[in-house]
């Protein structure tokens, strides 16, 4: 089974960014697609922005423009930077798959503080 491990998160103030960072092992990582989610108390947990294995990416419109999701397949691992922070973008990252069927890392929390 797929191991997903996220890290990068922390607190930042408003403005400010961060670079998340997940890693996967086993070797069926570079033929996914792959996505960041996002879930803050209370809220579902939603996609942020994913990467298709040809490297297509697509947004979420609350972060379109200030997030770049990219990916390394030599490393098994892609990346979420995060630019222009607000302090709804607060909540627990995590990355799976575009379909969800790994089992889900720990996440790493985002604090943006105003």
């Known amino acids: 089974q797929v191991q997903l491990v996220e890290s990068g998160g922390g607190l930042v103030q408003a403005g400010g960014s961060l670079r998340l960072s997940c890693a996967a092992s086993?070797?069926?990582?570079?033929?996914?697609?792959m996505g960041w989610y996002r879930q803050a108390p209370g809220n579902q947990r939603d996609l942020v922005a994913y990467i298709t294995n040809g490297g297509s990416t697509n947004y979420a419109d609350s972060v379109k423009g200030r997030f770049t999701i990219s990916r390394d397949n030599a490393k098994n691992t892609v990346y979420l930077q995060m630019n222009s922070l607000k302090p709804e973008d607060t909540a627990i990252y995590y990355c799976n798959t575009l379909s969800r069927q790994w089992y889900w890392g720990q996440g790493t929390q985002v604090t943006v503080s105003s």
């Open positions: 086993g070797s069926s990582f570079r033929l996914n697609a």
